[in-house]
């Protein structure tokens, strides 16, 4: 038997949220544990439950999905997120990939479009528009450093900017208010963004395109 997912509904629309928690529930493999309008209680959720499944807004009312998504991903790894969005998917669709979403879909897809998805996911698989595929995304993850830029978010930046500058570990868990195991995680998505393995060879690669003048993060 087919394990049941947990699901979290973090949207800016209590209505909407209840109409998804329904369709989603005559799903008797999807059980839906929570739904939440901040930014914050979203994140608080997904630390608690870890959930298997978050449908995520994009436009949240107190913020957009790309910080709230790496913050998620840092407490639970593991969970697909589907950001749900009014906005043009297509332009969002590498930046959100790159910080951890499993797929992108519009508010107006229909009910079946949004299980096929899910569908998709618990065998290891995402979906996109074919109107997206006619437009020609490809390549999804064009090589950052051939457009002279590192592939690294704001925070992520942030965090590097303050190793460089001999600040503890310990210390930027403070001033950006999370964990130290939370920067441990940090690191290692820096690590992997960078195609390097350790501590030095990250500082001498983000040095040489600091001092390039060139553009950290998307």
Do not use: C
Not at 90 to 97: D, Y
Not at 140 to 157: D, N, V
């Amino acid at each position: 038997m087919n394990q049941v997912w947990r699901v979290v509904i973090v949207g800016s629309h209590p209505t909407s949220m209840l109409g998804t928690k329904l369709i989603l529930e005559e799903e008797k493999q999807l059980s839906v544990l929570g739904m939440v309008s901040s930014s914050q209680e979203g994140i608080r959720m997904v630390g608690e439950i870890v959930p298997d499944l978050v449908l995520l807004d994009y436009r949240l009312p107190d913020t957009t999905a790309e910080t709230v998504l790496e913050q998620m991903k840092l407490l639970s790894p593991e969970s697909h997120v589907i950001i749900m969005t009014d906005n043009d998917g297509l332009s969002l669709l590498q930046a959100l990939i790159s910080r951890g979403a499993s797929g992108l879909l519009s508010k107006q897809a229909s009910p079946f479009q949004l299980m096929h998805m899910i569908a998709g996911l618990r065998e290891g698989v995402t979906t996109l528009p074919l109107e997206w595929v006619k437009q020609g995304i490809w390549p999804l993850t064009a090589s950052a450093m051939s457009e002279g830029g590192l592939p690294l978010s704001e925070t992520e930046t942030f965090i590097m900017e303050r190793i460089v500058q001999g600040i503890t570990y310990d210390k930027i868990a403070l001033e950006i208010e999370v964990s130290r195991r939370s920067i441990d995680n940090y690191l290692r998505k820096i690590y992997v963004k960078l195609g390097v393995s350790t501590r030095a060879q990250a500082i001498e690669k983000y040095a040489l395109y600091t001092h390039q003048g060139r553009q950290l993060y998307a």
